[in-house]
C-alpha cells in the first residue's frame, strides 16, 4: 500500500527526481558547489535562460517555433548598447529594446500566422537576417562604449546570495506560469496547439492566441537582452548564440513532467533549472566543457523514452 502511494505521488515527476540527484550528487563532489557564491553564479546564469525558455515555451504550447530568439537577443544588445553609448537615458533605452523585440517577433509571425509559412523556415530566415544585421553593423568586431555605471545593476549585482536577474526571472515565471494555467487565455494556448481547427469550431481565435503568444515572446527576448547587456557591458558578434540550443532543449525536456507530452511552463522551468545546474557542476568538478553536451544528451534522450512509453495511447504528445 504504502509504495503504491509512494508510486503515485512519484508519478511525472521523474525529472524533479533527476534534478534532485544531480543536485546531490555534485554538492558530494564539491564542497564549493552549494556555496553562497556558487547558488548566485547559478541564479545568475538561470535568469537569462529561463525568461527565454517562459516565452519560447508559449509559442510552443501554442504548436508554433522560433529558431531566431537567440540571434535577436544579440542584435538588440548591440543595438541597445549602442545607443546607450550616444548618452541616451538607459530606462529609455531598455523599453525600446523590449518593443524591439516585439517588433521582431511580429515579422515572424506575421509570415507564419498571417501568410501560413512554416515556422521553421521563417525563423530560419529571420535567424540569418539578425546574425547578417550584427556583423553589418559592427563589422564583426566587439563594441565597447561609454556607459554609466547604473547599466550594470541588473546584470552584476545581487541582494544578498539572490542576483537582481534573477528577481526579474521569478516575476516574469510567475506571471507567465499563471497566464498559462489559471487563465482563459492559457487554456485557449493548449487548446490551439493541440487541435487549431477544433478550437476554432468551438469559437476560440487561433490567429489571435498565436500572435499574442509571439508578442510575449517578443516581450522575454527585449528582457533577456537587457540582462545580457548589463551583464557583458560590450557587444561581441557572437552575443546570444549560447542560449538557441538551451533554449529549446529545455522546451523538450520540460515537456516530460507536469503535462507529460505537452510543453508545460513548470516543467521548462524545472528543466532549464536542471541544465543550468549540470553545467555549473561539471565546471566545478573540473570537467572539459565539451562534456556537458554529451551528459545533457543523455538525460534528453532518457527523459524523453520513458515519457514517449508512458504516453502512447493516451492523447497529444509532441512526441
Known sequence: MAAKSIKKYLKDKELLIVFIVVVVFFSLLSDRFLSGENIENILRNTSLTGVLALGFALVMINGDFDLSFASTVGLLNLIGLM???????????FILMIVGGVLWELINAFFIVKLKMHAFIVTIATWRLSKGFIYWINKGRTFYGDYPENLKVIGRESIGIMPISAFIFIVVAVFIFLLANRTKFGRHLYAVGSNTDAAEYVGISATKHRIISYIMLGCCVGIAAIMLCSRLNSAPASAGEGYQMT???SAFLGATV??????????????????????NGLIMVNVPFYFKYIVEAFIILGAVTTIVKKSKGEGPSIF
Do not use: E, Q
Not at 83 to 91: P, Q, V
Not at 258 to 279: C, E, H, Y
Open 258 to 279: 507536469f503535462k507529460p507530452g505537452l510543453v508545460n511552463i513548470g516543467g521548462s522551468i524545472l528543466a532549464i533549472l536542471l541544465l543550468t545546474v549540470i553545467d
Open 83 to 93: 545607443i546607450i553609448d550616444r548618452g541616451f537615458n538607459i530606462w529609455f533605452v
Open 247 to 249: 533554449v529549446i532543449a
